[in-house]
Structures are given as C-alpha cells and as structure tokens.
C-alpha cells in the first residue's frame, strides 16, 4: 500500500464516519456507526460486513482476505503516529475508545492523517 493508497483509505474512512455516524467500543453499530478501526475497514473494503462486536485489536471482522487484513492493519498502525501527544494511549483503537470526544475529532485525526501522508509523496 503506497501513500496515495493510504490518503484514499483515510479519506474514505472519514467520509464513511460522516455518512454513518461514530461509535466506541465495536466496529460497528446495528444503526450503522463506526469506530475509527471499522471506518479504515471498510476503507480497504466497501463490501466488508462488520459485525457488532466488541473490538479485538488483531481480529478483523471479515474472512481470510489476507490482502485486505494487511491493508486494514497497515492502515490503523499508521494512524498511531497522528494520535495527539497529551494523549496517553499508543493505540489508535484506544484513543478511539477512551480519549476522542465525538466524531469530529475523529474524522480530524483522519482527515491530518490523510493530509499528511499524502504529503510525503
């Protein structure tokens, strides 16, 4: 996955955020909101079924698409380096669950991320 690839996917994830409201905790919803780790998901792929879970960091939510599962990981650990530095957690899935305030944080934080790795091309 190069950086353009990578600035897509955060993109998309953001615009899902937007369009499907954000959560903690779970992927997903059963109203359809996501957390920052579901939204990079389905990012990678639109046709992702995510279930409503609590999250397992290191267990997708969708079958043995390895290319797929590589992205998604690949995605949310580079997403640790745009999590704020008074935050006390490593983990995006953490900052998601414990320290962002609602989904305008979190479509920020995607947003930058976006911005800036697509900035490095």
């Known amino acids: ?26 992927l997903s919803m059963p109203s359809g909101e996501v957390c920052i780790v579901g939204a990079t998901g389905v990012a990678v792929n639109p046709q992702l079924v995510l279930d409503h879970a609590p999250v397992a960091w290191g267990q997708p939510a969708w079958g043995e698409i390895e290319h ?33 305030k609602d989904k305008f944080e979190v479509i920020d934080l995607l947003r930058h991320a976006a911005k800036e790795v697509r900035d490095r091309e």
Do not use: H, S, T
């Not at 690839?5 to 779970?26: H, L």
């Not at 599962?69 to 690949?74: G, L």
């Not at 999590?83 to 900052?95: F, K, Q, S, T």
């Open 68 to 100: 797929d599962r590589q992205d998604w990981y690949i995605l949310n650990l580079g997403l640790d380096e745009f999590i704020p530095e008074d935050a006390p957690y490593l983990a995006i899935v953490n900052w998601n669950n414990m320290v962002a």
């Open 1 to 26: 996955m190069n950086n353009q690839e990578k600035a897509d996917a955060y993109d998309r994830a953001a615009d899902y955020i937007e369009a499907n409201g954000w959560c903690r905790n779970r």
